[in-house]
């Protein structure tokens, strides 16, 4: 958005007192290359990741959550009139979105209208991948299952079933940030035992609206316990969802990141950015205070490349964002993504 008059009637330039936080984001991104690491450079299992929609996350790079960065850019976010699917902030006088698109264009994460995500999980209703990997478990099955097989049995199972389990685990533990007790939605149970069904779901859309509902508001949904703090204490709070691509998008919008980061060739941009250091507050602070220096302007619209243009995931999500994508249907299965019935994989009880 261009910078015109316009936001002083929304904005007005006052001093502003910005204060550090405990900020505990629940998203591990270095679940990926815990990943990359199992799976083995090079081999089958790691060739058949590879090929899925969640492949090129094998070669992610930088994987701090920042979160005294995310802390800070929280605080300059405003609520504009309306019903909006984004969020705003306001630094330096420029008016910044993030919003699906930025979302979409950062974690290459495909989007749809979720209402219509029963088309992917319509006549799904084997779950043999669970009676494989997980028979034991009678009860519900939680995260800490999907970590306890991936660190200790990963290689007695299949190829493809490992295939499924680092896919889950990428999705719950790495962008979604889930609790080690939180039950695994059985509709992801159904959906990964045919990848070319989980390679056509809109995990943007899944993904972006848990993190727009961790993010909006986040400060001002904690404000009554940010009052009764004293003055001696830090205040702490929780963020799930994917946090981590918020970050990646400070990186984008804000020069002052290139101090601590490299963005290196790579689609989609998150996998692109590469750190020398982390940022501490004090390093922080500067994105926000100096947001008016010429040359560390924060930029307004992220454009995509004639690259980005030309995957299937963001033409996809551009009839979306258009409203153009009501037709959409899932991608036709696939026999060779099918398994063939395996012994049961063996693994501790929970704690």
Not at 71 to 79: F, G, M
Not at 98 to 121: D, K, S
Request: aromatic residues 12%; contains cysteine; proline residues 6%.
């Amino acid at each position: 958005m261009a910078k015109t008059d316009d936001w002083r009637n929304i904005y007005t330039p006052k001093k502003v007192s910005y204060f550090d936080a405990k900020v505990s984001i629940r998203c591990h991104m270095a679940i990926a290359k815990e990943i990359r690491d199992k799976l083995g450079p090079g081999s089958t299992r790691s060739e058949l990741f590879r090929s899925t929609c969640f492949g090129p996350w094998l070669d992610v790079r930088c994987t701090s959550n920042d979160s005294h960065l995310v802390n800070l850019i929280l605080q300059t976010q405003y609520l504009p009139s309306g019903n909006q699917n984004a969020l705003f902030f306001l630094v330096g006088g420029w008016e910044l979105r993030f919003g699906p698109e930025e979302f979409c264009l950062i974690t290459g994460l495909r989007f749809v209208p979720l209402n219509q995500t029963h088309h992917w999980r319509q006549g799904m209703t084997n779950m043999t991948f669970r009676e494989r990997v997980f028979g034991n478990v009678r009860a519900g099955l939680q995260v800490w299952d999907l970590k306890n097989v991936f660190s200790q049995f990963l290689d007695q199972s299949s190829d493809l079933d490992a295939v499924r389990l680092c896919l889950l685990m990428l999705l719950e533990v790495g962008f979604m940030g889930c609790e080690s007790k939180s039950l695994v939605d059985l509709s992801l149970l159904q959906l990964v035992e045919d990848l070319d069904s989980w390679n056509a779901f809109p995990w943007g859309s899944y993904a972006w609206k848990a993190t727009y509902e961790q993010l909006h508001d986040a400060l001002a949904k904690r404000s009554a316990r940010l009052t009764c703090i004293p003055t001696t204490q830090q205040f702490r709070y929780l963020l799930h969802g994917f946090i981590w691509a918020f970050k990646i998008w400070i990186f984008e919008v804000f020069p002052y990141a290139r101090k601590f980061a490299v963005r290196r060739d790579g689609i989609p941009r998150a996998i692109s950015w590469d750190y020398n250091q982390r940022i501490t507050w004090e390093l922080a602070l500067p994105f926000v205070m100096d947001a008016t220096v010429p040359g560390l302007e924060p930029l307004r619209v992220l454009t995509p490349t004639p690259a980005e243009c030309a995957t299937d995931w963001l033409r996809d999500s551009h009839r979306f964002f258009l409203g153009l994508a009501n037709d959409s249907s899932p991608l036709p299965k696939k026999a060779r993504l099918s398994s063939v019935p395996l012994p049961q994989v063996k693994f501790t009880t929970r704690p």
